[in-house]
């Protein structure tokens, strides 16, 4: 299994919770499996009501483990039409099914002895995408004024800077182009 601390797995739990809720996920149940399973620590059971809206959860449930950086080992599903999609990412499974689906796989009763997690507890703590960092305003940089001219000792004149080479000329207009009448050959 890839190594996420237990706060993260949290974090990454309460987000999808919301997220899938969001999205309007129907049953949604969260099961801490992890002293019953040596596959994966916890059980995400959501149900849509149909194929694209199981695909939209699964996009959803893709997004908030890409931003968690949580590696996704695999997603099964069994085919269009099949009404049940499972995506495996080592601490967290989750698994996508259509209403007729869920009751036929019956994993809520298969893991039965599972310590089931109060959602309502766990949505009050949802973790906020950290948001990006202000971007200060880039300032034009002032251009680099010439050093000091410098005083010779045998000249009574201060030597002058050099011109700058970053200095702006000034822009001259374009000329009209001129058209030329072309000559045709005389035709024999």
């Given at each position: 299994m890839a190594t996420v601390s237990d706060a993260q797995t949290s974090?990454?739990?309460?987000?999808?919770?919301?997220?899938?809720?969001?999205?309007?996920?129907?049953?949604?149940?969260?099961?801490?499996?992890?002293?019953l399973s040596d596959i994966t620590d916890f059980l995400v059971l959501a149900t849509g009501n149909s194929e694209p809206h199981l695909r939209a959860l699964r996009i959803e449930a893709e997004k908030i483990f890409d931003a968690a950086k949580l590696p996704i080992a695999g997603t099964?599903?069994?085919?269009?039409?099949?009404?049940?999609?499972?995506?495996?990412?080592?601490?967290?499974?989750?698994h996508f099914f259509t209403a007729e689906q869920r009751v036929n796989y019956a994993l809520d009763k298969l893991w039965k002895d599972a310590v089931e997690i109060d959602l309502?507890?766990?949505?009050a703590k949802v973790v906020a995408p950290a948001?990006?960092?202000?971007v200060k305003a880039l300032k034009p940089k002032a251009p680099k004024v010439a050093a000091k001219a410098k005083v010779s000792k045998t000249a009574s004149k201060p030597r002058t800077a050099a011109p700058n080479k970053n200095a702006k000329k000034p822009v001259a207009k374009a000329k009209p182009a001129v058209v030329k009448a072309v000559k045709k050959a005389p035709r024999k």
């Open positions: 974090a990454i739990l309460r987000n999808l919770v919301a997220a899938l809720e969001d999205k309007k996920a129907e049953q949604l149940k969260v099961m801490n499996v992890g002293g099964e599903q069994g085919g269009y039409g099949s009404g049940w999609t499972v995506m495996d990412a080592y601490q967290i499974m989750v309502k507890t766990m949505a948001k990006p960092k202000a």
